[in-house]
């Protein structure tokens, strides 16, 4: 049997079985299950294609059968049997990211956002522009419709405005009474042609102002600045041809 003539018969099923079970290396060689099989290991180690390999499986069965004395002197540390040792493991070092072009990346996105931001800001600006221009049109028509109640349009503007801003309905129901109030006033016949004087008698503001504050504030004379006022509302007629000095 060549390299093994020395071994007992072991099958290739029985030497498989042993190499599972460690007594015997993992081709079949050298299987030892007895003293007497571990005397023709040692004797037939000189010839196997690798000695440090077949020594150290011979003194591991040799352990395990306790017959250790069997073994020869000189496999006590030999570089055959000596067990081969790991090489240390090197320790990739760790590519540490690089500063500079973290920061600059940082940056970049940084400044896009602070752009983004600011177009954002400007089309909120421009959104909010734009509904006031369409509500001060709608209320603009809203006053313009009345004709019998003198308000001044930028007055109504501004403030149905403003409170539209913070109570839509209330600034609904504001124009629906008002609306309700100068139809009441054109169905009673009070309704004045604009740029009129408004009577045959009225010929200057002031008589139009000592009417209504007959009228209205009971010829009270500290409220005659409040009469005035409201005299130019309902006759803004005579109130240019004063402030014109006519």
């Known amino acids: 049997m060549g390299l093994f003539d020395r ?19 993992p081709d ?3 299987p030892i299950v007895t003293v007497g099989d571990l005397k023709n290991a040692i004797s037939a180690a000189g010839r196997a ?9 011979i003194k591991k069965r040799a352990r395990a059968l306790g017959a250790t004395d069997q073994l020869p002197e000189d496999w006590s540390e030999t570089k055959q049997e000596a067990e081969p040792m790991a090489e240390p493991e090197v320790e990739t070092p760790v590519q540490e990211p690089q500063a500079e072009p973290v920061i600059e990346e940082l940056t970049q996105v940084r400044g896009d956002l602070e752009k983004a931001t600011a177009r954002a800001a400007a089309a909120e600006k421009e959104l909010v522009d734009v509904r006031a221009r369409e509500q001060a049109a709608v209320l603009k028509l809203e006053a313009e419709s009345f004709k019998a109640i003198g308000i001044p349009i930028d007055e109504y503007i501004a403030k149905v405005g403003a409170i539209r801003a913070t109570n839509p309905e209330l600034a609904s129901w504001v124009h629906q009474t008002l609306s309700g109030l100068d139809e ?63």
């Open 49 to 57: 294609s690798n000695r440090a390999t077949a020594i150290r499986h």
């Open 184 to 246: 009441a006033m054109i169905s009673a016949g009070l309704l004045k042609e604009i740029g009129s004087s408004q009577g045959d008698d009225l010929d200057s503001i002031e008589k139009a102002a000592e009417k209504i504050l007959v009228e209205q504030f009971k010829g009270d004379r500290s409220k005659y600045a409040e009469a005035l006022t409201l005299a130019a509302k309902q006759f803004p007629k005579l109130a240019a041809d004063y402030a014109a000095g006519g």
């Open 7 to 25: 071994f007992r018969e072991f099958s290739p099923e029985k030497r498989k079985q042993l190499a599972q079970e460690g007594k015997a290396l």
């Open 28 to 30: 079949g060689s050298f």
